[in-house]
């Protein structure tokens, strides 16, 4: 069968997607990746500022490159809690289940396979959020949705509950044209702009929880330490409260379906643990980002915010913690546990 744009997106069904869109492989706009640059927006994530020519053009990458697939899984569990129970720790909702990338990337493979199969000799590349790639931008060019303006890709049916993956390739045929999907306008709900980011569409990092519990490794200013809640891994305050996700439909992969006792962390268990206990837990999940000492400080600022003085001995226990951002974290818990 030869290839076109119908066959793609049935390959990207069977391949389990939820959505699928075809972008030509043109060069993107530099001006957002240069003006998030440009204001320090990435804070401590000092490899966005790596491979620009990369980042902008997928030529770069993939030489010969004629068009890109970009596919959606969905991870929002119909009837799924909110919020964490009383002295739980809150969990991102894409964290909850198995480590997305390794859901993601089979799929992306299988749907290479086929284009391969349909272009014999086309060269495919599949990439899911580790290579130097834009892929909300590449999204949004190839119709799957639009970046709101919280930064997240939002998608007409599911909302922004969805994770994204890409899939490029060379066509071997001179005959290969594939019908491009169009490109979804950035729709508005209100003209009101969060005043944690500089403008719509632009998070800056600094502000922003996901990277304080997360990518931040080491001390959490204590500024910012008050301000963090409960969360424990990631962030999903910006997407809780976006119009576009009020009327969704739940669509999760079975994969991605939150784990026995991966809804919430119970604090106390987390100021307890120790580096085996984390291995064993979260080894090829999500939560292995944080790091054993990004979670347990983590943890012990969440301790602090509660206020629950139960607390002031397992906080204790961690002022003289080998990791500094830990140390650091127990400091400012027991002052607020103990004034």
Not at 294 to 319: E, F, I, K, Q
Request: contains cysteine; aromatic residues 6%; proline residues 8%.
């Amino acid at each position: 069968m030869p290839l076109d744009a119908a066959l793609v997106k049935s390959a990207a069904r069977r391949a389990g997607f939820h959505a699928c869109g075809i972008a030509r492989a043109a060069p993107l706009d530099p001006a957002p990746l240069d003006r998030m640059l440009a204001r320090g927006a990435e804070a401590d994530m000092a490899w966005l500022r790596t491979q620009r020519a990369e980042r902008l053009d997928p030529a770069r990458l993939l030489p010969g490159v004629r068009s890109v697939v970009v596919a959606a899984l969905g991870y929002g569990a119909p009837g799924e809690a909110p919020s964490a129970p009383e002295g739980a720790g809150e969990i991102a909702r894409y964290a909850r289940g198995r480590d997305y990338h390794s859901v993601m990337k089979p799929r992306l493979r299988a749907l290479a396979a086929e284009i391969s199969a349909a272009e014999p000799g086309a060269r495919t590349l599949a990439t899911c959020d580790v290579a130097p790639v834009m892929e909300k931008a590449w999204a949004e060019r190839a119709g799957v949705g639009w970046v709101g303006k919280n930064g997240c890709l939002i998608t007409a049916e599911h909302g922004s509950w969805c994770s994204s993956g890409r899939c490029s390739w060379t066509a071997t045929s001179s005959r290969t044209r594939l019908t491009r999907s169009a490109a979804v306008p950035a729709r508005r709900a209100s003209p009101r702009v969060d005043r944690r980011d500089p403008e719509p569409g632009l998070v800056d990092a600094r502000r922003c929880i996901s990277f304080w519990t997360i990518e931040r490794r080491g001390e959490v200013p204590p500024d910012m330490a008050g301000r963090m809640g409960r969360w424990i891994f990631g962030c999903d305050a910006c997407q809780t409260a976006c119009p576009w996700n009020a009327a969704a439909k739940p669509a999760c992969d079975p994969d991605l379906l939150p784990r026995p006792g991966r809804e919430a962390l119970a604090i106390d268990d987390l100021l307890g643990s120790r580096e085996d206990d984390y291995r064993l837990r979260f080894y090829g999940t999500s939560l292995a980002r944080a790091r054993y000492d990004g979670l347990v400080r983590n943890a012990l600022l969440a301790a602090g915010t509660s206020g629950d003085r139960r607390y002031l001995d397992a906080v204790r226990a961690r002022l003289d913690s080998p990791f500094p951002g830990v140390r650091a974290a127990a400091e400012w818990a027991a002052a607020r546990l103990a004034p």
